[in-house]
C-alpha cells in the first residue's frame, strides 16, 4: 500500500494541474466562438465570389466572345509549388498540428517552397530542413490586412516564375470536434467548380433561393476581361483569407477539446487516487487498532 | 414570380428578401432589374440600391463589388451595406473627416498601402452613405 503522504501530495498536483487545463479550456472557448463565427460568416461572401467567377469563366467561353485570359488561369508544368502553410502559435491543440505536418511529408522534398503563417509550421520547416521563403505571424483577430503580406509575397514569386503554383496547406473547420487538414489549390485556377465543392462541401451558403437552370446567354459588363481583372485579384485574396479565418476556428475549437479532455481525465484521475487515499487510510487505522488490541491482550495475560 | 434580392459581405449575408424590382448603381449606369432579366455580372458602385416591394421601397447604401443576375436571383457581392434608415450623417461626417485625415497623413509619411487602402475604403463608403441619405430627404 502506496505511502498516504505520497497519495496526497499526487491528489493535489493533480488537481493543480486540472485547474490550469480549465482556465486554459475557458480561454480557448471564448476565442473559439469569435473565429467560429468569423470563418462562418465569411464564407457566404467568399463561395458568391468564388460563383460569381465560375459565371465569368464558364459562360464567358461559352458565349463565343473574344475569350478572356489571366495569368492565373493559366496551368503550367509544375516544378516547385509555392506552398503556404497556416499553424498556430502555440501546441496543446491534440492532433491538429500533427496532422498538417503529415500532409506537409507528404510532399516531396525540394518540390515546394514555403510560406509559413504560425510558429509551429516555421519550426518544423526549418527542423526538416524544406526551403522556406518567409515567416509570418496572424493574430487571433485575423484581420484581412494581416493576410495581405504573404499573398503579395506569394503572387509576385508566381508572377517571377519562381513558384508553379499556390497552394494553401490549413485546417478546414467543419465543426468544434472535427478539423481537417487540407491542401486547397489557389492558383492557377483550373477547376474552380471542384476546388468550391471540396472546400465548401454540399452545404450552399447562397442558395436559400432556386437557382433555376437559366441558360440564356449572360450579359457581361463592361466585358469578361475587365471583369476578371477586378475580381480575380480580390478572388485570390479572399480565397487565402478564408482560409486563414478557418484555420483560426479550428485551432482554437481543437484546443478547447483538448484542453476539456485534459481536465476531464485529471479529474477522473483525482477520484481514483482519493479512493485509494481512503483505501489506505482505512488499513491504517484498523492496522492501528489490531496493534493495540494485540498489545493490551498480552499485557492482560501476563 | 418575384425576384430574391441578397446583399452579401465579408460579415455575411446581411439582406435576403423577395423583391419586385431592384435598381443597382453599376460602373455602366443606373440599372433596375425586374423579374425574368437576362443574366448579368457586372461592377457595383458605391451608392444607393433600392428594392420595391408590393409599393415598399427600401433604400440601402452600398459599397463597391459585383452583381450576378441569375435566373430569378439577383446577388450582390459588396464590402459594406446598411439600410440608409440606419445612417446617422454626424456620425459620417466624422467619420468621413478622420478619414480623410489619415489618408493623407499616411500618403505624406508614405506609408504601407494597407493603410492607404483601409481609409480609401472608409472615405468611398461614408460618400456613398452620404448621397443615398441626402436622396432620400
Known sequence: MANLRDIKRRIKSVKNTAQITKAMQLVAASKMKRAQNSALESRPYTQLMAEILIAIEERAAESDQKGISHPYLEGREVQNRGILLIT?????????????FRLVAQIPHGEASYVSIGRKGSQFLSRTQRSVLAEFSLSDRARFSEIRPPVELLLEAYAKREIDTI???????????????????????????????????????????????????????????????????????????????????????????????????????????????????????????????????????? | MALHLEIITPEGKVYSES???????????????????????????????????????????????????????VSVLTEQAINVEEIDL?????????????????????????VVEEAETILRFTMAQRLAKERRR
Open chain 1, 88 to 100: 498556430p502559435d502555440k501546441g496543446l491543440c491534440g492532433p491538429l498540428t500533427a496532422n498538417l
Open chain 1, 167 to 302: 497552394e494553401v496547406l490549413y485546417t478546414r473547420f467543419k465543426n468544434t470536434l472535427q478539423q481537417e487538414a487540407m491542401r486547397k489549390p489557389v492558383v492557377p485556377i483550373v477547376n474552380l467548380a471542384d476546388m468550391v465543392r471540396e472546400v465548401f462541401g454540399d452545404e450552399d451558403y447562397t442558395a436559400e433561393a432556386p437557382l433555376g437552370d437559366d441558360r440564356r446567354e449572360m450579359l457581361f459588363e463592361p466585358d469578361p476581361q475587365s471583369l476578371l481583372n477586378n475580381l480575380m485579384d480580390l478572388a485570390v485574396r479572399r480565397s487565402i483569407y478564408q482560409s486563414a479565418l478557418e484555420a483560426k476556428a479550428s485551432e482554437h475549437s481543437a484546443r478547447m477539446v483538448a484542453m476539456k479532455t485534459a481536465t476531464d481525465n485529471a479529474n477522473s484521475l483525482v477520484e481514483d487516487l482519493t479512493l485509494q487515499y481512503n483505501k489506505a487510510r482505512q488499513a491504517a487505522i484498523t492496522q492501528e487498532i489490531l496493534e493495540i488490541a494485540a498489545a493490551t491482550a498480552s499485557s492482560q495475560e501476563s
Open chain 2, 19 to 73: 423583391s419586385d424590382s431592384v435598381f443597382i448603381p453599376t460602373t455602366e449606369g443606373e440599372i433596375d432589374v425586374l423579374p425574368g432579366h437576362i443574366p448579368l455580372v457586372t461592377l457595383v458602385e458605391p451608392g444607393e440600391l433600392r428594392s420595391e416591394r408590393q409599393g415598399q421601397v427600401e433604400h440601402l447604401a452600398v459599397d463597391k463589388g459585383f452583381v450576378q443576375v441569375l435566373g430569378d436571383k
Open chain 2, 90 to 114: 454626424n456620425a459620417i461626417e466624422e467619420a468621413r473627416v478622420r478619414a480623410e485625415n489619415a489618408l493623407r497623413e499616411a500618403r505624406e509619411k508614405g506609408e504601407d498601402p494597407a
